[in-house]
């Protein structure tokens, strides 16, 4: 597997005040035709302040940097630490004005570069079939 | 925004008969770790037969190739053509054994790569507040 595939950041994280947006870039604005149609966004993005060899070869952490939370693999958790720095929220959309798009919040950093956005969609899995560990339920 | 970001794959989609498994890479085994608490991953992989200049500057489709959906910007749908290849699918674990995590199936191709693995928590988004377009509703 030493293949490596190229991601081109398509937008990137504004944070100005109270207010929040995902700005896309001009080449790609055409990509958002119809958002208006959604509620919600799935945002990706790229934990780039962790774009080092060393922290993208971190394979198990305690999670939310909890030692009370037992060491898990990172594919086990949404850790900023993991071998493809990959980011995702939903954040719900307040507006869209030509490459900007107003969201309520988003658990991403200022500055953070946008790597894709897809429509939300509700999963179809429902809630008694979904089990979690134990340590994961004191924040869900 | 010219910067770039390196993807590595990390394991594989392999479907063998009847059978789907994610084959995670040796180098990334230590990252499934506490991964049989939960029920369901989220998989992202790469959708690698679409990795052309051409597709990958395509910003609007017609959703699921059906000429009645409206011309929409990719990034208000889920289609295998856009900037950034990344495919998204929840999936339900049906057991784990060293490396190979069997699913129960997985809207990817045999041979798909697959970049990253995220727990899956139940988003907290309330079904009330989610609004879609008409064509989407045939589908959800």
Redesign the interface.
Known sequence: ?K??????????VRKEGENVFIE??DE?G??????E??????V?F?F?QN?TPDKRSV??VHPRKDPDN?????????SPQ?????G?T?C?ILSIRGNRIEIEDIDAFDGS?V?????????S?K?E??????W?QKW?
């Not at 490596?4 to 990137?12: E, M, Q, R, S």
């Not at 149609?37 to 799935?42: A, D, E, M, R, T």
């Not at 790597?115 to 999963?123: A, G, H, Q, V």
């Open positions: 597997m293949e490596i595939f190229k991601l081109y950041p398509v937008g990137v896309i870039g790609y055409d990509g958002l035709l119809g958002l149609g959604f509620s919600h966004i799935v990706f790229w780039h774009d394979l198990r037992p060491l898990t693999g990172v594919f086990a958790t949404h993991r071998p493809n720095l990959i995702m939903i719900k570069p790597i894709d956005i897809k429509c939300y969609i509700p999963s899995v809630e079939d979904v089990s979690l560990p134990d994961i869900v």
